[in-house]
Protein backbone atom coordinates (compact mmCIF):
# COMPACT_ATOMS: atom_id res chain seq x y z
CA UNK A 1 0.00 0.00 0.00
CA UNK A 2 2.79 2.28 0.85
CA UNK A 3 4.38 1.52 -2.32
CA UNK A 4 0.99 2.60 -4.34
CA UNK A 5 0.54 5.66 -2.41
CA UNK A 6 3.72 6.82 -3.18
CA UNK A 7 3.93 6.27 -7.12
CA UNK A 8 0.10 8.11 -6.97
CA UNK A 9 1.60 10.87 -5.38
CA UNK A 10 5.06 11.06 -7.10
CA UNK A 11 3.02 10.37 -10.09
CA UNK A 12 0.66 13.36 -9.42
CA UNK A 13 2.99 16.09 -7.84
CA UNK A 14 5.70 15.35 -10.27
CA UNK A 15 4.42 14.14 -13.69
CA UNK A 16 0.98 14.72 -14.20
CA UNK A 17 0.93 17.68 -16.56
CA UNK A 18 4.27 18.86 -17.06
CA UNK A 19 3.04 19.88 -20.97
CA UNK A 20 -0.07 22.13 -19.96
CA UNK A 21 1.91 24.89 -20.34
CA UNK A 22 5.33 25.76 -22.31
CA UNK A 23 9.11 26.47 -20.90
CA UNK A 24 9.03 29.58 -19.04
CA UNK A 25 12.06 31.54 -18.31
CA UNK A 26 15.61 31.80 -20.06
CA UNK A 27 16.63 28.69 -18.07
CA UNK A 28 14.12 25.90 -19.06
CA UNK A 29 14.62 26.11 -22.85
CA UNK A 30 18.26 26.77 -22.98
CA UNK A 31 19.20 23.92 -21.15
CA UNK A 32 16.49 22.40 -23.06
CA UNK A 33 18.17 23.60 -26.40
CA UNK A 34 21.76 22.37 -25.27
CA UNK A 35 20.54 18.59 -24.82
CA UNK A 36 18.63 18.80 -28.35
CA UNK A 37 21.83 19.86 -29.89
CA UNK A 38 24.05 17.40 -28.23
CA UNK A 39 22.30 14.38 -29.03
CA UNK A 40 21.54 15.51 -32.72
CA UNK A 41 25.48 15.56 -32.87
CA UNK A 42 25.93 12.58 -30.49
CA UNK A 43 27.94 14.07 -28.68
CA UNK A 44 28.51 13.31 -24.86
CA UNK A 45 30.89 15.37 -23.91
CA UNK A 46 30.40 19.01 -24.76
CA UNK A 47 27.67 21.05 -24.41
CA UNK A 48 26.45 23.47 -27.36
CA UNK A 49 23.94 26.22 -27.63
CA UNK A 50 23.83 27.33 -31.42
CA UNK A 51 26.57 25.27 -32.54
CA UNK A 52 28.38 26.93 -29.35
CA UNK A 53 30.16 25.79 -26.74
CA UNK A 54 27.77 26.17 -23.74
CA UNK A 55 30.43 25.34 -20.30
CA UNK A 56 28.29 27.24 -17.94
CA UNK A 57 26.64 23.79 -16.18
CA UNK A 58 27.66 20.47 -15.87
CA UNK A 59 26.41 17.37 -18.00
CA UNK A 60 24.10 15.43 -15.34
CA UNK A 61 20.64 16.81 -16.70
CA UNK A 62 22.06 17.27 -20.21
CA UNK A 63 22.66 13.29 -20.41
CA UNK A 64 18.97 12.59 -18.56
CA UNK A 65 17.18 14.63 -20.82
CA UNK A 66 19.14 13.08 -24.09
CA UNK A 67 17.48 9.88 -22.82
CA UNK A 68 13.94 11.57 -22.51
CA UNK A 69 14.28 12.61 -26.11
CA UNK A 70 15.69 9.85 -27.70
CA UNK A 71 13.18 7.52 -25.60
CA UNK A 72 10.08 10.39 -26.05
CA UNK A 73 11.30 12.44 -29.22
CA UNK A 74 12.32 16.14 -28.38
CA UNK A 75 9.68 18.16 -26.55
CA UNK A 76 8.86 20.73 -23.51
CA UNK A 77 7.61 17.56 -20.96
CA UNK A 78 10.48 15.64 -21.99
CA UNK A 79 12.54 18.46 -21.28
CA UNK A 80 11.24 18.26 -17.48
CA UNK A 81 11.02 14.30 -17.07
CA UNK A 82 14.98 14.44 -15.28
CA UNK A 83 13.74 16.73 -12.46
CA UNK A 84 10.47 14.77 -12.10
CA UNK A 85 12.64 11.43 -12.41
CA UNK A 86 15.36 12.52 -9.50
CA UNK A 87 12.43 14.21 -7.39
CA UNK A 88 10.60 10.80 -7.22
CA UNK A 89 14.03 9.20 -6.37
CA UNK A 90 14.96 11.04 -4.13
CA UNK A 91 11.61 10.60 -2.15
CA UNK A 92 12.08 7.19 -2.53
CA UNK A 93 15.30 7.05 -0.84
CA UNK A 94 14.24 9.32 2.00
CA UNK A 95 11.15 6.08 2.56
CA UNK A 96 13.69 3.73 2.55
CA UNK A 97 16.35 5.46 4.72
CA UNK A 98 13.42 6.05 7.21
CA UNK A 99 12.30 2.46 7.15
CA UNK A 100 15.52 1.24 8.16
CA UNK A 101 16.50 3.69 10.09
CA UNK A 102 14.31 5.66 12.06
CA UNK A 103 11.68 2.56 12.70
CA UNK A 104 8.62 3.13 15.41
CA UNK A 105 7.17 1.81 18.38
CA UNK A 106 3.72 1.43 19.89
CA UNK A 107 3.41 4.26 22.70
CA UNK A 108 0.11 4.31 24.59
CA UNK A 109 -1.72 1.53 22.64
CA UNK A 110 -1.29 3.30 19.65
CA UNK A 111 0.93 2.12 16.62
CA UNK A 112 2.22 4.63 14.06
CA UNK A 113 2.05 2.50 11.21
CA UNK A 114 3.59 3.71 8.01
CA UNK A 115 5.49 6.82 9.61
CA UNK A 116 8.32 6.31 6.18
CA UNK A 117 5.65 6.97 4.28
CA UNK A 118 4.37 10.01 6.15
CA UNK A 119 8.10 11.60 6.09
CA UNK A 120 8.36 10.48 2.02
CA UNK A 121 4.97 12.68 1.57
CA UNK A 122 6.24 15.74 3.74
CA UNK A 123 9.47 16.03 1.55
CA UNK A 124 7.03 15.34 -1.67
CA UNK A 125 4.93 18.06 -1.16
CA UNK A 126 7.09 20.78 -0.18
CA UNK A 127 6.11 23.76 -2.54
CA UNK A 128 9.73 23.91 -3.72
CA UNK A 129 10.41 20.80 -4.50
CA UNK A 130 7.38 20.72 -6.35
CA UNK A 131 8.32 23.05 -7.97
CA UNK A 132 11.75 22.26 -9.37
CA UNK A 133 10.66 18.54 -10.07
CA UNK A 134 8.50 20.28 -12.34
CA UNK A 135 11.84 22.60 -14.32
CA UNK A 136 14.06 21.68 -17.07
CA UNK A 137 17.06 22.35 -14.88
CA UNK A 138 19.85 21.30 -12.94
CA UNK A 139 18.58 22.29 -9.29
CA UNK A 140 16.59 19.02 -9.24
CA UNK A 141 19.32 17.13 -10.08
CA UNK A 142 21.65 18.52 -7.28
CA UNK A 143 19.47 18.20 -4.95
CA UNK A 144 18.23 14.67 -5.23
CA UNK A 145 21.66 13.44 -5.54
CA UNK A 146 22.69 15.56 -2.80
CA UNK A 147 20.13 14.18 -0.33
CA UNK A 148 20.26 10.66 -1.31
CA UNK A 149 24.33 11.32 -0.60
CA UNK A 150 24.05 12.39 2.74
CA UNK A 151 21.20 10.17 3.94
CA UNK A 152 23.86 7.06 2.67
CA UNK A 153 26.52 8.98 4.39
CA UNK A 154 24.36 9.09 8.24
CA UNK A 155 23.22 5.60 7.45
CA UNK A 156 27.04 4.35 6.84
CA UNK A 157 27.89 6.65 10.33
CA UNK A 158 24.82 4.05 12.04
CA UNK A 159 25.58 1.16 10.88
CA UNK A 160 29.16 1.25 9.46
CA UNK A 161 28.31 -0.47 6.61
CA UNK A 162 30.98 0.34 3.76
CA UNK A 163 28.09 0.04 1.17
CA UNK A 164 26.55 2.91 2.74
CA UNK A 165 29.69 4.96 2.23
CA UNK A 166 30.13 3.82 -1.11
CA UNK A 167 26.74 5.30 -2.10
CA UNK A 168 27.31 8.00 -0.63
CA UNK A 169 30.31 8.99 -2.74
CA UNK A 170 28.78 7.31 -5.95
CA UNK A 171 25.95 10.04 -5.72
CA UNK A 172 27.94 12.64 -4.35
CA UNK A 173 30.36 12.12 -7.74
CA UNK A 174 26.44 12.46 -9.76
CA UNK A 175 25.59 15.72 -7.76
CA UNK A 176 28.99 17.11 -9.00
CA UNK A 177 27.84 16.79 -12.56
CA UNK A 178 24.93 17.78 -11.88
CA UNK A 179 26.00 21.21 -10.70
CA UNK A 180 29.58 21.43 -10.04
CA UNK A 181 32.28 21.73 -7.09
CA UNK A 182 29.30 23.25 -4.58
CA UNK A 183 27.65 19.60 -4.04
CA UNK A 184 31.58 18.57 -2.61
CA UNK A 185 31.94 21.78 -0.58
CA UNK A 186 28.61 21.48 0.98
CA UNK A 187 28.75 17.72 1.66
CA UNK A 188 32.44 18.17 4.09
CA UNK A 189 31.29 21.26 5.61
CA UNK A 190 28.17 19.87 6.81
CA UNK A 191 30.28 16.51 7.76
CA UNK A 192 33.05 18.48 9.46
CA UNK A 193 30.32 20.92 11.35
CA UNK A 194 28.81 17.36 12.15
CA UNK A 195 31.95 15.75 13.49
CA UNK A 196 32.44 19.07 15.80
CA UNK A 197 29.17 19.16 17.03
CA UNK A 198 29.60 15.51 18.12
CA UNK A 199 34.10 16.20 19.28
CA UNK A 200 34.49 13.35 17.57
CA UNK A 201 37.26 14.80 14.64
CA UNK A 202 37.96 11.04 13.78
CA UNK A 203 34.55 10.51 12.12
CA UNK A 204 36.63 13.20 9.50
CA UNK A 205 39.51 10.53 8.86
CA UNK A 206 37.08 7.88 8.67
CA UNK A 207 35.02 9.08 6.33
CA UNK A 208 37.72 9.98 3.90
CA UNK A 209 37.44 6.18 2.98
CA UNK A 210 39.73 5.54 -0.34
CA UNK A 211 37.84 3.20 -1.85
CA UNK A 212 34.89 5.66 -1.67
CA UNK A 213 37.07 8.67 -3.17
CA UNK A 214 38.04 6.41 -5.67
CA UNK A 215 34.42 5.91 -6.53
CA UNK A 216 33.41 9.43 -6.42
CA UNK A 217 36.52 10.10 -8.85
CA UNK A 218 35.39 7.47 -11.23
CA UNK A 219 32.43 9.04 -11.10
CA UNK A 220 32.51 12.67 -11.93
CA UNK A 221 36.24 13.07 -13.03
CA UNK A 222 36.22 11.41 -16.24
CA UNK A 223 33.61 14.31 -17.93
CA UNK A 224 35.61 17.12 -16.45
CA UNK A 225 38.95 15.45 -17.96
CA UNK A 226 37.23 15.48 -21.11
CA UNK A 227 35.59 18.66 -21.61
CA UNK A 228 38.35 20.39 -20.52
CA UNK A 229 40.83 18.27 -22.79
CA UNK A 230 38.28 19.15 -26.01
CA UNK A 231 37.55 22.92 -24.77
CA UNK A 232 40.59 24.23 -22.95
CA UNK A 233 38.18 27.56 -22.03
CA UNK A 234 36.30 25.19 -19.65
CA UNK A 235 38.43 25.50 -16.66
CA UNK A 236 38.02 29.60 -16.39
CA UNK A 237 34.55 29.59 -18.07
CA UNK A 238 33.08 27.33 -15.45
CA UNK A 239 35.39 27.57 -12.80
CA UNK A 240 36.31 30.90 -12.42
CA UNK A 241 33.29 32.31 -13.94
CA UNK A 242 29.88 30.50 -13.35
CA UNK A 243 31.88 29.40 -10.04
CA UNK A 244 33.79 31.47 -8.28
CA UNK A 245 32.49 34.56 -9.91
CA UNK A 246 29.30 34.09 -9.48
CA UNK A 247 30.01 33.76 -5.62
CA UNK A 248 32.27 36.66 -5.20
CA UNK A 249 30.58 38.90 -7.52
CA UNK A 250 27.34 40.28 -9.14
CA UNK A 251 28.53 39.05 -12.37
CA UNK A 252 25.13 37.94 -13.89
CA UNK A 253 23.12 40.43 -11.86
CA UNK A 254 21.44 38.29 -9.62
CA UNK A 255 21.99 40.76 -6.66
CA UNK A 256 19.80 40.27 -3.11
CA UNK A 257 19.81 40.83 0.38
CA UNK A 258 21.45 39.08 2.80
CA UNK A 259 18.65 37.49 4.13
CA UNK A 260 17.13 36.22 0.83
CA UNK A 261 17.21 32.99 1.69
CA UNK A 262 15.27 32.84 5.05
CA UNK A 263 11.89 33.60 3.17
CA UNK A 264 13.54 31.56 0.41
CA UNK A 265 13.49 28.70 2.51
CA UNK A 266 10.06 29.51 4.59
CA UNK A 267 8.38 29.69 1.35
CA UNK A 268 9.82 26.56 -0.44
CA UNK A 269 8.98 24.52 2.98
CA UNK A 270 5.38 25.30 2.20
CA UNK A 271 2.93 23.44 3.73
CA UNK A 272 5.05 22.43 6.19
CA UNK A 273 6.70 25.96 7.11
CA UNK A 274 5.26 26.55 10.62
CA UNK A 275 5.69 22.96 11.86
CA UNK A 276 9.41 22.96 10.47
CA UNK A 277 10.54 25.78 12.25
CA UNK A 278 9.25 24.33 15.38
CA UNK A 279 11.01 21.62 14.97
CA UNK A 280 14.09 23.26 14.37
CA UNK A 281 13.65 25.47 17.61
CA UNK A 282 12.64 22.57 19.45
CA UNK A 283 15.78 20.78 18.20
CA UNK A 284 18.53 23.76 18.64
CA UNK A 285 17.13 23.78 22.23
CA UNK A 286 17.57 20.31 23.23
CA UNK A 287 20.80 20.58 22.01
CA UNK A 288 22.00 23.76 23.63
CA UNK A 289 20.77 22.16 26.83
CA UNK A 290 22.17 19.29 26.46
CA UNK A 291 25.43 20.51 24.34
CA UNK A 292 28.07 19.73 27.60
CA UNK A 293 26.78 15.78 27.38
CA UNK A 294 27.22 13.60 24.39
CA UNK A 295 24.88 13.40 21.84
CA UNK A 296 22.91 10.88 22.07
CA UNK A 297 21.87 8.38 18.97
CA UNK A 298 18.01 10.44 18.38
CA UNK A 299 20.00 13.83 19.09
CA UNK A 300 22.88 12.89 16.78
CA UNK A 301 20.51 12.54 13.52
CA UNK A 302 18.55 15.93 14.66
CA UNK A 303 21.42 17.43 15.16
CA UNK A 304 22.62 15.78 11.66
CA UNK A 305 19.26 17.91 9.81
CA UNK A 306 19.41 21.00 11.95
CA UNK A 307 23.42 21.19 9.93
CA UNK A 308 22.05 20.03 6.90
CA UNK A 309 19.37 22.42 6.98
CA UNK A 310 21.79 25.57 7.80
CA UNK A 311 24.84 25.22 6.08
CA UNK A 312 23.36 25.68 2.40
CA UNK A 313 21.64 28.52 3.68
CA UNK A 314 24.61 30.40 5.64
CA UNK A 315 26.71 29.23 2.23
CA UNK A 316 24.62 30.70 -0.09
CA UNK A 317 23.79 33.83 2.20
CA UNK A 318 27.51 34.82 1.63
CA UNK A 319 27.05 35.06 -2.11
CA UNK A 320 27.12 38.03 -4.25
CA UNK A 321 24.62 36.43 -6.52
CA UNK A 322 21.31 34.23 -5.53
CA UNK A 323 19.05 32.54 -7.02
CA UNK A 324 15.79 30.65 -5.43
CA UNK A 325 16.77 27.32 -6.68
CA UNK A 326 20.46 27.35 -4.95
CA UNK A 327 18.94 26.64 -1.88
CA UNK A 328 17.13 23.67 -2.85
CA UNK A 329 19.10 20.94 -0.84
CA UNK A 330 18.31 22.49 2.06
CA UNK A 331 14.47 21.47 2.24
CA UNK A 332 14.57 17.89 2.27
CA UNK A 333 16.63 18.23 5.68
CA UNK A 334 13.85 20.42 6.48
CA UNK A 335 11.21 17.88 6.25
CA UNK A 336 12.83 15.24 7.54
CA UNK A 337 13.28 17.26 10.85
CA UNK A 338 9.79 17.30 10.66
CA UNK A 339 9.26 14.23 10.36
CA UNK A 340 11.13 13.08 13.61
CA UNK A 341 9.64 15.38 15.47
CA UNK A 342 6.73 13.87 14.38
CA UNK A 343 7.93 10.19 15.25
CA UNK A 344 9.74 11.64 18.44
CA UNK A 345 6.64 12.82 19.69
CA UNK A 346 3.98 10.14 18.84
CA UNK A 347 5.63 6.82 18.62
CA UNK A 348 9.22 6.47 20.69
CA UNK A 349 8.79 4.83 23.92
CA UNK A 350 12.15 6.28 25.22
CA UNK A 351 10.79 9.83 24.44
CA UNK A 352 8.95 11.40 27.38
CA UNK A 353 4.75 11.09 27.10
CA UNK A 354 2.79 13.75 25.11
CA UNK A 355 2.22 16.13 27.95
CA UNK A 356 0.18 19.23 27.48
CA UNK A 357 3.47 21.42 26.83
CA UNK A 358 4.68 19.10 24.49
CA UNK A 359 1.78 18.89 22.26
CA UNK A 360 1.16 21.69 19.58
CA UNK A 361 0.23 24.59 21.13
CA UNK A 362 -2.92 26.35 19.37
CA UNK A 363 -1.18 29.09 17.78
CA UNK A 364 0.86 26.29 15.65
CA UNK A 365 -2.27 25.14 14.66
CA UNK A 366 -3.85 27.45 13.55
CA UNK A 367 -0.53 29.37 11.89
CA UNK A 368 -0.01 25.76 10.67
CA UNK A 369 -3.80 25.62 9.13
CA UNK A 370 -3.79 29.37 7.60
CA UNK A 371 0.09 28.97 5.69
CA UNK A 372 -1.49 25.38 3.92
CA UNK A 373 -4.55 26.77 2.87
CA UNK A 374 -3.33 29.80 1.22
CA UNK A 375 -1.93 28.55 -1.38
CA UNK A 376 -5.30 27.13 -2.54
CA UNK A 377 -6.04 31.51 -2.96
CA UNK A 378 -3.10 31.74 -5.27
CA UNK A 379 -3.83 28.61 -7.03
CA UNK A 380 -7.56 29.70 -7.83
CA UNK A 381 -6.83 33.09 -8.68
CA UNK A 382 -4.01 32.13 -10.54
CA UNK A 383 -5.31 34.00 -14.08
CA UNK A 384 -5.47 37.38 -12.27
CA UNK A 385 -1.85 37.34 -10.83
CA UNK A 386 -0.53 36.49 -14.46
CA UNK A 387 -2.58 38.45 -16.37
CA UNK A 388 -3.27 41.79 -13.69
CA UNK A 389 0.08 40.99 -11.55
CA UNK A 390 -2.26 41.44 -8.62
CA UNK A 391 -4.79 39.72 -6.98
CA UNK A 392 -8.01 41.90 -7.45
CA UNK A 393 -10.65 41.92 -4.33
CA UNK A 394 -14.05 40.70 -6.08
CA UNK A 395 -16.34 37.60 -6.53
CA UNK A 396 -13.80 35.63 -7.54
CA UNK A 397 -11.11 36.46 -4.92
CA UNK A 398 -13.97 36.30 -2.40
CA UNK A 399 -14.92 32.78 -2.81
CA UNK A 400 -11.07 31.80 -3.69
CA UNK A 401 -10.66 33.41 0.19
CA UNK A 402 -13.93 31.75 1.39
CA UNK A 403 -12.73 28.23 0.46
CA UNK A 404 -9.54 28.78 2.11
CA UNK A 405 -11.07 29.99 5.34
CA UNK A 406 -13.33 26.98 5.34
CA UNK A 407 -10.14 24.76 4.36
CA UNK A 408 -8.32 26.50 6.91
CA UNK A 409 -10.68 25.84 9.59
CA UNK A 410 -11.26 22.05 8.68
CA UNK A 411 -7.23 21.29 8.89
CA UNK A 412 -7.58 23.23 12.54
CA UNK A 413 -10.16 21.12 14.27
CA UNK A 414 -9.13 18.23 13.11
CA UNK A 415 -4.94 18.78 14.03
CA UNK A 416 -6.63 19.47 18.08
CA UNK A 417 -6.34 16.63 20.48
CA UNK A 418 -6.70 13.87 20.76
CA UNK A 419 -5.67 13.75 16.75
CA UNK A 420 -3.01 16.29 16.78
CA UNK A 421 -0.14 15.01 15.23
CA UNK A 422 -0.98 11.89 13.89
CA UNK A 423 -2.98 12.99 11.09
CA UNK A 424 -0.85 16.01 10.47
CA UNK A 425 0.23 14.45 6.91
CA UNK A 426 -3.21 13.79 6.10
CA UNK A 427 -5.22 16.69 6.45
CA UNK A 428 -2.18 18.42 5.18
CA UNK A 429 -1.62 17.04 1.88
CA UNK A 430 -5.19 17.87 0.86
CA UNK A 431 -4.70 21.49 0.59
CA UNK A 432 -1.48 20.65 -1.79
CA UNK A 433 -3.32 18.44 -4.04
CA UNK A 434 -6.11 20.98 -4.31
CA UNK A 435 -3.47 23.48 -4.97
CA UNK A 436 -1.56 21.42 -7.63
CA UNK A 437 -5.11 21.13 -9.30
CA UNK A 438 -6.17 24.16 -9.66
CA UNK A 439 -2.60 25.49 -10.98
CA UNK A 440 -2.27 23.30 -13.71
CA UNK A 441 -6.56 23.29 -14.27
CA UNK A 442 -7.09 27.09 -13.95
CA UNK A 443 -3.31 28.49 -13.94
CA UNK A 444 -1.78 26.58 -16.58
CA UNK A 445 -3.22 28.40 -19.66
CA UNK A 446 -2.65 31.85 -18.50
CA UNK A 447 0.76 31.12 -17.55
CA UNK A 448 1.37 29.70 -20.87
CA UNK A 449 0.14 32.09 -23.07
CA UNK A 450 1.81 34.76 -20.75
CA UNK A 451 5.20 33.50 -20.07
CA UNK A 452 6.43 31.25 -22.35
CA UNK A 453 7.26 31.34 -26.16
CA UNK A 454 5.77 28.48 -27.26
CA UNK A 455 2.03 30.08 -28.37
CA UNK A 456 4.35 32.87 -30.34
CA UNK A 457 6.22 30.16 -31.46
CA UNK A 458 3.25 28.08 -32.65
CA UNK A 459 1.57 31.82 -34.16
CA UNK A 460 4.85 32.22 -36.02
CA UNK A 461 4.50 28.87 -37.60
CA UNK A 462 1.54 29.85 -39.11
CA UNK A 463 3.06 32.43 -41.02
CA UNK A 464 6.49 30.39 -41.57
CA UNK A 465 7.12 27.01 -41.82
CA UNK A 466 10.73 27.30 -40.41
CA UNK A 467 12.44 28.54 -44.03
CA UNK A 468 13.04 32.11 -42.69
CA UNK A 469 15.58 33.15 -40.38
CA UNK A 470 14.49 34.48 -37.46
CA UNK A 471 15.91 37.94 -35.96
CA UNK A 472 14.60 40.23 -32.34
CA UNK A 473 14.91 43.47 -31.70
CA UNK A 474 14.53 44.95 -27.73
CA UNK A 475 13.46 41.66 -26.60
CA UNK A 476 14.11 39.74 -23.38
CA UNK A 477 16.53 36.32 -22.84
CA UNK A 478 13.30 34.20 -21.99
CA UNK A 479 11.82 34.75 -25.27
CA UNK A 480 15.17 34.84 -27.51
CA UNK A 481 16.06 31.33 -26.04
CA UNK A 482 12.08 30.31 -25.66
CA UNK A 483 12.08 30.76 -29.32
CA UNK A 484 15.65 28.77 -29.70
CA UNK A 485 13.85 25.87 -28.74
CA UNK A 486 10.22 25.85 -30.14
CA UNK A 487 11.76 27.15 -33.32
CA UNK A 488 15.21 24.65 -33.03
CA UNK A 489 16.83 27.44 -34.87
CA UNK A 490 18.56 30.49 -33.80
CA UNK A 491 17.44 33.75 -33.06
CA UNK A 492 19.73 36.51 -34.39
CA UNK A 493 19.72 40.34 -32.34
CA UNK A 494 19.31 43.26 -33.93
CA UNK A 495 20.78 45.20 -31.57
CA UNK A 496 23.96 42.91 -31.58
CA UNK A 497 24.87 43.32 -34.86
CA UNK A 498 23.37 40.30 -36.21
CA UNK A 499 20.84 41.62 -38.97
CA UNK A 500 20.48 38.88 -41.62
CA UNK A 501 21.30 39.93 -45.24
CA UNK A 502 18.45 38.12 -46.88
CA UNK A 503 14.98 38.25 -45.78
CA UNK A 504 14.11 37.59 -42.17
CA UNK A 505 11.31 37.39 -39.42
CA UNK A 506 11.66 40.24 -37.18
CA UNK A 507 9.77 39.89 -33.71
CA UNK A 508 9.57 43.56 -32.01
CA UNK A 509 7.50 45.08 -29.00
CA UNK A 510 4.29 45.90 -29.79
CA UNK A 511 4.12 49.68 -31.27
CA UNK A 512 7.78 49.45 -32.48
CA UNK A 513 7.41 49.67 -36.18
CA UNK A 514 8.36 53.33 -36.31
CA UNK A 515 11.73 52.22 -33.95
CA UNK A 516 12.79 49.68 -36.30
CA UNK A 517 13.01 51.92 -39.73
CA UNK A 518 16.67 53.20 -38.64
CA UNK A 519 17.51 49.30 -38.54
CA UNK A 520 16.01 48.57 -41.90
CA UNK A 521 16.90 51.38 -43.90
CA UNK A 522 16.31 50.58 -47.94
CA UNK A 523 14.55 47.42 -46.91
CA UNK A 524 11.10 46.16 -47.41
CA UNK A 525 9.12 46.32 -43.86
CA UNK A 526 5.87 44.13 -43.61
CA UNK A 527 3.37 44.17 -40.47
CA UNK A 528 2.30 40.59 -40.56
CA UNK A 529 0.82 40.44 -37.05
CA UNK A 530 0.93 40.66 -33.21
CA UNK A 531 0.86 38.78 -30.22
CA UNK A 532 -1.05 40.77 -27.80
CA UNK A 533 -0.64 38.53 -24.97
CA UNK A 534 2.63 39.45 -24.49
CA UNK A 535 3.11 42.98 -26.08
CA UNK A 536 4.57 41.45 -29.26
CA UNK A 537 4.67 42.70 -33.01
CA UNK A 538 6.61 40.66 -35.73
CA UNK A 539 7.29 41.79 -39.25
CA UNK A 540 8.69 40.30 -42.61
CA UNK A 541 11.31 41.84 -43.23
CA UNK A 542 12.81 41.91 -47.05
CA UNK A 543 16.65 41.50 -48.52
CA UNK A 544 18.95 44.35 -48.71
CA UNK A 545 19.72 46.43 -51.14
CA UNK A 546 23.36 46.29 -50.64
Not at 244 to 272: A, K, N
Not at 461 to 488: C, K, M
Not at 508 to 534: C, D, H, L, M
Request: glycine letters at 6%; proline letters at 6%.
Amino acid sequence: MDWLLLAGFCGFLFFFGLAYFGLLGADEPRYAQVAREMLGRHDWITPTLGGKPWLEKPVLYYWQTMLAYRFFGVSDWAARLPSAVDATLMVVAVYLFLRRFRRCFPLAGFQLAGFQLDGALMAASASGVIGFARAASMDMPLAANFTIAMLAWYAWYESSSKRCLALSYIFLGLAMLAKGPVALFLALAIVVIFSAARSDYRLIARTCWMPGIALFLLTALPWYVAVQLRNPQFFRVFILEHNLGRFGTDLYHHTQPFWYYVPVVLLGLVPWTMFVSMALVESIRAWWTERRKSLQPEDAWSAFLVIWLMVPVAFFSLSASKLPGYILPALPAGTLLLAEYVRRHLADPLAPPLTDDARPSLLLIVLHSVVAALPVVAALMMQYIVFQHRLPWGRAAAISVGFAAVLAIGIALTLRPPLGLRVLRFVTLVPVVLAVAAVLRIGAPALDVTLSARPLAQEINRVDNHSLPLAILRLSRETEYGLHFYRDQKVLRYEAGEIPAGEHLLITPEGWQKNIAKWTTGRRVTYVGSFAAQGLDYYWVGKSSN
